[in-house]
């Protein structure tokens, strides 16, 4: 069955610490794609990085970094020297490819930031 | 437009009032979602289409729930005979080809009182 953990429901930092959110997947099928988004609070879903799952490279965009390690079924998000702007709530997803589901998103629960000043 | 445009984007519904939540996608994307996202909670899938076609509709909770996409462009959200347990933000998302990557609008604010 298709599932995502996200153990971590609050984390608050002070800002320009290091923060690292958890994210658990679980999965039957070999081709699959990750990806976390960002939910500020006006709603939005924000794309942040979409990953396959034939790609274990780890990938860096700035302040941000994704650590995608298949032998754990797990795709943790580092924000690094984090600050205020990034206060929101971060989801990690996964998609599987199937027949006529188009690649539904399912999400995890949800991990809510706080970068207080 | 630029991006997927939810309307309206908060609805006040009393308790056996019928809705109707319209979400107008990214021009030439193939792909339409919509999803469920309680409070607090991770957005849920409802249901997908592919152009007009309703593909799946595995999430949709209960026969109060109806979703149509008639020219492959503009999909709307009908839920019928509200209920408290359906207040919740819905959000619409769509995508060119399915993983390539999905926009999500706003999404609408449903409250049944």
């Given at each position: ?9 609050e ?19 070999t ?32 302040r941000?970094s ?8 797990s ?35 949800g ?7 | ?5 939810q ?29 469920q ?18 593909l ?6 209960s026969?109060?729930?109806f ?6 462009s ?33 999404g609408?604010?449903?409250t049944?009182v």
């Open positions: 069955a298709q599932k995502v953990t996200q153990a971590q429901t984390i608050s930092v002070v800002e320009k610490e290091d923060v690292t959110l958890d994210c658990v997947y679980e999965t039957r099928d081709t699959y794609y990750l990806f976390w988004y960002k939910q500020p609070p006006s709603g939005e879903l924000v794309f942040l990085i979409r990953r396959n799952s034939f790609d274990e490279q780890n990938e860096i965009s700035g941000y994704w650590n995608f390690q298949k032998s754990t079924s795709f943790n998000f580092t924000i690094t020297a984090s600050q205020v702007v990034d206060s929101a709530v971060y989801f990690c997803a996964l998609s599987e490819p199937g027949n006529n589901q188009g690649g539904k998103l399912i999400f995890g629960q991990t809510e930031l706080s970068v207080k000043p | 437009g630029a991006g997927v445009s309307s309206p984007r908060y609805k006040v519904a009393k308790r056996g009032q019928d809705v109707a939540l319209r979400c107008d996608p990214i021009s030439g994307h193939v792909s339409l979602f919509w999803y996202q309680a409070l607090g909670q991770g957005p849920e899938f409802l249901t997908y289409f592919q152009n007009e076609a309703q799946d509709k595995s999430g949709l909770p026969d109060r729930f979703a149509e996409r008639p020219e492959g503009v999909s709307t959200l009908k839920i019928q005979r509200t209920q408290q347990e359906d207040s919740a933000v819905y959000l619409c998302a769509s995508s060119f080809t399915w993983n390539y990557g999905y926009t999500f609008g706003s609408t604010r449903l049944v």
